[in-house]
């Protein structure tokens, strides 16, 4: 799966499901964590999500606000282990 379907695929989930606002303009950079979106629960279902969706297994140690804050670190995450 290329990296642009990955992104939509991650932002629409993170927008309708975590953040539970469709209309939201989520961007690439923006700290979804600490910009106080998500929580880390909310990191938890996004794991599973990944897991579910793209088959790329996230181990706790990586869900993290320093690794996980921003709509491209999770698109890089995903991408690591999807190829």
């Keep these: ?12 989930y993170i ?11 989520l961007t690439d950079t923006e700290g979804i964590v600490t910009g106080g979106l ?21 181990p706790d140690a990586d869900l993290t606000v320093a690794k996980m804050n921003t709509l491209d670190q999770m698109v890089a995450r995903v991408m690591q282990d999807s190829k």
């Design 1 to 12: 799966m290329d990296e642009k379907t990955i992104r939509e695929k991650l932002r629409t």
């Design 15 to 25: 927008t309708r499901e975590l953040i539970r606002d469709a209309g939201y303009l």
């Design 38 to 58: 998500m929580d880390s629960f909310a990191l938890a279902e996004f794991a599973v999500y990944v897991e579910q969706e793209f088959g790329v297994y996230i």
